[in-house]
C-alpha cells in the first residue's frame, strides 16, 4: 500500500470493538528496582499501538492482531525506576501468566541482577517458552547471566559496554550494531534503540503496512538499517 494511502487510515475503534483479533499476543515486560523508563516504556508504547492499527491494513480478519501488556517483577507491586517513576507490575515471577514475547530492558537496576539466581532462573524458564525474546541496553547482560545468549550474536549498551558484556564471556558480541536480531531473539544498543528495535520487529511480523502506520500514528522515524550505528565509535569501540 502506497505511504499516501496509509497516512489516510485513521484509528477505526469502533470497528477494532465489533471485531475480535483472530490472534492474541501476550507482551510481558520485566520491570525491577532502578530499570530504565525508556527501555520499557519505548518498546511497550509501540507495542501497545498495534491495538489502534485499522483493521484494512491487516487484509483477512484472520490476521487481525490484539496485543496485551503486562508488567512482571520478582513480586508483584509498586517498582521505582532509576529516576524514581514507579510502575505497578502487574505479576510477580510466581504468577505471571503465558507470555509470547518477552522484553527484558536495562538499567542501572539490571547490574546487580547479574547475579540474582530467581531472577536468571526465571528467565531461562521464560525464554524456553517465550516465541520471541527481546532485550534493551544492558538487559542483555541478565540473558548473557542466564547463558540465553550463549554461542549467539548480541549487541548491547555501548559506553558500558566493557561492564555490560562482561557476564557473557560465551558470547559473540557485536559492537557495531543497532540490533541484533536471530529470529527468535533480538538484542538492541543503549536505551533508545529498543524502540527501533521494536518498530523493525513489529514490521517483520506483521508486515510494511503495519510499520509504516505505526511510524506515521507515532510520528517517529525509526533507523531500519540494524547496522548503522554511530555511537560505537563515539565510544571508542570501533574506529
Same mark, same amino acid.
Given at each position: 500500500? &502506497?505511504?499516501?494511502? %496509509? ?16 490472534? *492474541?499476543?501476550?507482551?510481558? %515486560?520485566?520491570? @525491577?528496582?532502578? @530499570? ?13 499501538? %498495534?491495538? =489502534? ?20 517483577? /520478582? ?6 525506576? *532509576? ?10 515471577? +510466581?504468577?505471571?501468566? *503465558?507470555?509470547?514475547? =518477552? ?50 550474536? +548480541?549487541? !548491547? ?29 533480538? !538484542?538492541? /544498543? #543503549?536505551?533508545?534503540? #529498543? %524502540? ?14 503495519? #510499520? ?8 517517529? &522515524? ?9 555511537? /560505537? ?7
Amino acid at each position: 500500500m &502506497e505511504l499516501s494511502e %496509509i497516512a489516510g487510515l485513521r484509528p477505526d475503534m469502533l470497528d477494532r470493538e465489533q471485531v475480535e483479533p483472530a490472534i *492474541h499476543k501476550t507482551v510481558g %515486560i520485566l520491570i @525491577f528496582p532502578g @530499570f530504565e523508563l525508556l527501555d520499557v516504556y519505548g518498546p511497550m508504547d509501540l507495542w501497545s499501538n %498495534i491495538n =489502534l492499527v485499522p483493521s484494512k491494513l491487516w487484509g483477512d480478519k484472520s490476521n487481525m492482531v490484539g496485543v496485551k501488556l503486562v508488567t512482571v517483577a /520478582s513480586e508483584k507491586g509498586d517498582i521505582p525506576s *532509576h529516576g524514581g517513576v514507579r510502575t505497578v507490575a502487574d505479576y510477580g515471577y +510466581a504468577d505471571a501468566p *503465558h507470555l509470547d514475547y =518477552l522484553i527484558v530492558p536495562g538499567g542501572w537496576g539490571a547490574v546487580p541482577l547479574v547475579e540474582d539466581q530467581p531472577t536468571l532462573d526465571w528467565l531461562r524458564a521464560r525464554a524456553d517458552r517465550a516465541e520471541i525474546v527481546m532485550s534493551v541496553c544492558n538487559g542483555a547482560s541478565l540473558l548473557a547471566a542466564a547463558g540465553i545468549l550463549d554461542g549467539r550474536e +548480541a549487541t !548491547t549498551n555501548k559506553l558500558l559496554w566493557n561492564e555490560a558484556t562482561a557476564p557473557g564471556p560465551r558470547v559473540n558480541w557485536i559492537k557495531k550494531a543497532r540490533w541484533v536480531d536471530l529470529g527468535n531473539i533480538i !538484542t538492541a /544498543s #543503549g536505551i533508545a534503540a #529498543g %524502540i527501533d528495535m521494536t518498530h523493525a520487529l513489529i514490521s517483520r511480523l506483521y508486515g510494511e503496512d503495519v #510499520g509504516k502506520w505505526i511510524e506515521l500514528w507515532t510520528e517517529y &522515524e525509526p533507523h531500519r538499517d540494524p547496522s548503522w550505528d554511530p555511537y /560505537s565509535e563515539m565510544a571508542g569501540l570501533v574506529g
